[in-house]
């Protein structure tokens, strides 16, 4: 089972946005719009952020967002601040035979 | 608000079974889909499987031959039960309720390690 590709670190200023991708194939998020995005800091379990590509849960800042093009979806947050720096996970529906899969996760750092 | 617990035994040896269980409270384990992911120290998240409350599974081919997750509906728990393990099976071990298509409650996660 092959996990949806991500960049290993992204990192912006406060009060840039930044955009983590979360590249896959036809069988998951090309198919499906299905992603959700997770936050996790050090030590502790993560909390989705992001819901069915797009959605917010109640309580998520509107500086997180959630997009997808073809293959790849995308989590971008605005306005960026030092508490968003932690671990961003996505992770999507991949078909009857792979289930669900994580991407490999994408470290956030605020210079 | 729903809650989860993780519980079961920190140190495995190997080729045992790992034996965890986790406990729902603030609400009914009933209609959801349950979930079971685990995280070695440092690296990423990867889904286990899920259970339904009436039993039915989906398991990670990866590791499907070696796993049996459980619902015991009467204790508003449900298990994991990972056999055959080695020192790649130490992780911390986190289970968590599946709302939709997303997991939207996550327990405080425990760590095993597999070791003699």
């Known amino acids: 089972q092959s996990a949806l590709t991500q960049p290993a670190s992204v990192s912006g200023s406060p009060g840039q946005s930044i955009t983590i991708s979360c590249t896959g194939t036809?069988?998951?998020?090309?198919?499906?719009?299905?992603v959700s995005w997770y936050q996790q800091y050090p030590g502790r379990a993560p909390k989705v952020m992001i819901y069915?590509?797009?959605k917010r849960p109640s309580g998520v800042s509107n500086r997180f967002s959630g997009s997808k093009s073809g293959s790849t979806a995308s989590l971008t947050i605005s306005g960026l601040q030092a508490e968003d720096e932690a671990d961003y996970y996505c992770y999507s529906y991949a078909g009857s035979s792979t289930n669900w899969v994580f991407g490999g996760g994408t470290k956030v750092t605020v210079l | 608000q729903v809650q989860l617990q993780e519980s079961g035994p920190g140190l495995v040896k190997p080729s045992e079974t790992l034996s965890l269980t986790c406990t729902v409270s603030g609400g009914s384990i009933s209609n959801y889909y349950w979930s079971w992911i685990r995280q070695p120290a440092g690296k990423g998240l990867e889904w286990i499987g899920r259970?339904?409350?009436?039993?039915?599974?989906n398991y990670n081919p990866s590791l499907k031959s070696r796993v049996t997750m459980s619902v015991d509906t009467s204790k508003n728990q449900f298990s994991l039960k990972l056999s055959s393990v080695t020192a790649a099976d130490t992780a911390v071990y986190y289970c968590a309720r599946v709302y939709g298509l997303e997991l939207d409650v996550w327990g405080q996660g425990t760590t095993v390690t597999v070791s003699s």
């Open positions: 259970i339904f409350s009436n039993g039915a599974t």
């Open positions: 069915e590509g797009y």
């Open positions: 036809s069988n998951d998020i090309g198919s499906y719009n299905l």
